[in-house]
């Protein structure tokens, strides 16, 4: 069992930042990717972005330039920093990473619980 507990979010302007976290436990061995994903009101899940177990990142179009992704590899932690934050951009956020529990084990996917991020205008 491996479990992801994200943290971080709440209500903020336009303009204003935050950073959201995502702590993974359990038995593991190697995070490979991490990644964010969003989904607002009636919307479809959308990925954000990821992060390579070699530590390059990709963005979706309409974060980059503004939200980062950071890795604490050592902590088993990913972090979203959320600069510029605009009102299109409330959503309930979601952490996921591809995880392998030791050397020869096929990567399961796992999820966090979702945060809320509430941007106003």
């Known amino acids: 069992q491996v479990q992801l507990v994200e943290s971080g979010g709440g209500l903020v302007q336009a303009g204003e930042s935050l950073t959201l976290s995502c702590a993974a436990s359990g038995r593991i061995f190697l995070i490979d990717v991490w990644a964010w994903y969003r989904q607002a009101p009636g919307n479809q899940r959308e990925l954000v972005g990821t992060?390579?177990?070699?530590?390059?990142?990709d963005y979706v179009d309409s974060v980059k330039g503004r939200f980062t992704i950071f890795r604490d590899n050592a902590k088993k932690t990913v972090y979203l920093q959320m600069n510029s934050l605009k009102p299109e951009d409330t959503a309930v956020y979601y952490c996921?990473?591809?995880?392998?529990?030791?050397?020869?084990?096929?990567?399961?996917?796992?999820w966090g619980q979702g945060t809320q991020v509430t941007v106003s205008s």
């Open positions: 992060s390579t177990s070699g530590g390059n990142t």
């Open positions: 996921a990473a591809d995880v392998s529990s030791r050397p020869g084990v096929l990567l399961s996917t796992y």
